[in-house]
């Protein structure tokens, strides 16, 4: 076995282990987040702080009568958790989390798929996401399911459009599909000011791509201001609703990953991606490694920044959920198509006007 | 009736108003008091009328009741269940008193009835057993409270 395969392989459990455990932490997250923001206090009593809170709730989840019931086409209600969960591990596959290292004159990629057509793959399979979804809602053989899985296939319909219109000034301006060239070209510099230079970060030379994308990306998720499919107060529970213990946790572990890779592109595509954060570049020159171990070391501090600017975004999804009323069914298709989609082509036509008179 | 107030721009595209949203959430997530009642530790203050946990007054170790059975006929649950004998230095007392606390509403008609000053409500409201036994007079006669 050639060391490029050991590292495959690494990287592999890696990205499902650091995924999987995004999970229990989130759970906590957000209910201490809602909690405190609603002037709770949350979870506080399952070890410190409540951080075993989470534990706690899996090992419920894993002792719960597993029942199916007796009016589910049973197939595709098995299916379904199983269905929404695989598209949510794989779409993080492209994502580059680290520059390249250099060892014994071999290029190791911290990205577990080098694919060209990068952005392509993602939006093909998160959109995949929805599937299990929709049969979730169809095999449930209840209304409220049926419903919660109708408005998410409208929702998926009405929010890919401006989803991946809104991507392509990123494209354009980087003139590739590639995850990696994009972060590359974030870290060249846009202009300074004394000593202080800006970056090309997707947010400054694309603002209103940027919030394009992050509405889309809620919408996406299926998460609160756009969690139609699952609307507790008019759908009870939605899509989920006749599901429960590890299944119901498996819907619930797809939203969280889903929303991981969520953050994870908008960090690279807006934020700079794996780019170290200010102030690790003056860290790094104080450790002064050189060769391998200071690759190694960049590496592992890039990975840090990526990680913190994934917790940002994560951060700010709870926020959010605990923050805006959900939209009314209509609202949200006039958002989507009334007004996402047509900013989003404003975008693409300034982005290719930016482009060509090299301003970008 | 519906009215559609006119708005203006800014407030049309949303995004200040969700700005201002998130610091309302955020000032909250940091700064406001929060109002938990931390349950085992802290114990919301009820008031001195909560009508609780029952229990029969005693002077001198022996219960104010003369089994004069008005609480057992003014209770709308018919949840009390008193068997009257007789004593040589007290006419009549309760040989059998019991309260079924799966069926009590906790109205207080009980303690209003009384003539002795014989049954009364404590403020005691935690009373999650493992056993469905009804409350008897020897736990009834615990004094729960200074009613
Ligand atoms: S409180 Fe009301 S319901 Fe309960 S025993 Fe007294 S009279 Fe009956
Ligand atoms: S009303 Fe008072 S005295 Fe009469 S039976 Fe009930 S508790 Fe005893």
Redesign the pocket.
Known sequence: MDNQFLFMLAKLLFVVVALISVVPIMLWVERRGAALMQNRLGPNRAGPFGLLQALADMIKFFWKEDGVPGHVRAVPYLCAPLVSLAPAFMTFAVIPFAGNIIFNNEVFEFQVAHLDVGFLYIFAIASLGVYGIVMAGWASQSAYAMMGALRSASQLMSYELPMGLSVIGVILAAGSFQLQDIVALQSQELFHIGSLSIPKLGIFIQPLGFLIFLTCAFAETNRLPFDLAEGESELIAGYHIEYGAMKFAMFMMAEYINMTTASGLIATLYFGGFQLLPGMHTVLDLIHLTGFEGDCLRAGFQMLSFGLKIAFFMWFFVWVRWTLPRFRYDQLMDLGWKVLMPLAMVNIALTVMLVVYKVI | MLLSKKKGFFTRIYIVEIIQGLAITLKNFFFSRKVTIQYPEERRAYSDRFRGLHY?KATNGVE?????????TVCPAEC?H?EAGEQADKEKY?VRFEIDLLRCCFCGM?EE????D??KLSAIYEMATHSREVLRKDMLLEQRGNK
């Open positions: 029969i104010n009741c003369t089994a004069c059975m008005l609480c057992p009390i008193i309760p009980c009835a009384c003539p002795k014989a049954i």
